[in-house]
């Protein structure tokens, strides 16, 4: 069964820092791109940040390029997103997606319906 769960999420004031995981079972994990998306109240869901378990080739969305930095750990099988200098404007339900790594270009264009596999999310939250 193919499972990805995350964790980490949390309340922090602006200006503070987060580290999500992302843990994955039930596929190769090496075969995957795994990615970041986030879903803020009353919006669409968005690509945060991507990277490669094949050649460990990294996206990041405009808005968190500079403060966010995405990892692999392989042989956790497991994706971590470090977030620094959180703004108010990150809240969001952070969610983690795997696709093989042939349709990696769905994760670097935010495309989510191209996804193959979601977690449930973990809610962050930046208090101004």
């Known amino acids: 069964e193919v499972q990805l769960v995350e964790s980490g999420g949390g309340l922090v004031q602006a200006g503070g820092s987060l580290r999500l995981s992302c843990a994955a079972s039930g596929f190769t994990f090496d075969d995957y791109t795994i990615g970041w998306f986030r879903q803020a109240p009353g919006k669409e869901r968005e690509g945060v940040s991507c990277?490669?378990?094949?050649?460990?080739?990294?996206y990041y969305a405009d808005s968190v390029e500079g403060r966010f930095t995405i990892s692999s750990d392989n042989a956790k099988n497991t994706v971590y997103l470090q977030m620094n200098g959180l703004k108010p404007e990150d809240t969001a339900v952070y969610f983690c997606?795997?696709?093989?790594?042939?349709?990696?270009?769905?994760?670097?264009?935010?495309?989510?319906?191209?996804?193959?596999?979601w977690g449930e999310g973990t809610l962050v939250t930046v208090s101004s």
């Open positions: 990277i490669s378990n094949g050649d460990g080739s990294t």
């Open positions: 997606a795997a696709v093989h790594l042939d349709g990696a270009y769905y994760c670097y264009t935010g495309q989510q319906y191209g996804m193959d596999h």
